[in-house]
């Protein structure tokens, strides 16, 4: 499930064909003024996806079993 979106996009017109990332929302905890997310068994460390529509990006993290932190990067902007 979809606990926060990272728009990090320069070209945030472009919905077709995207890059995303997915994290547990805990990782974010460390951030300044992060609201809190205890870590859980199931966490996902990390995964990455290119060539996503925004939509499909978004069913992807919503099909989460933890709560993650969507990133959505230009295509090919080689975020990784």
């Known amino acids: 499930m979809i606990y926060n979106i990272i728009d990090s996009r320069t ?9 995303a ?4 929302t805990s990782h974010d ?3 300044a003024d992060a609201d809190q ?9 990390y995964d990455s996806r290119k060539g996503l529509s925004v939509a499909e ?3 992807w993290a919503t099909a989460e079993a ?5 990133y959505l990067y230009d295509e090919g ?3 990784e």
């Open 11 to 19: 070209r945030p017109h472009r919905w077709k064909s995207i890059d």
């Open 21 to 24: 990332i997915i994290e547990a």
């Open 29 to 31: 905890n460390s951030v």
């Open 37 to 45: 997310q205890p870590e859980g068994p199931d966490d996902v460390v």
């Open 57 to 59: 990006a978004i069913a």
């Open 66 to 70: 933890c709560p993650v932190t969507l």
């Open 77 to 79: 902007s080689n975020n």
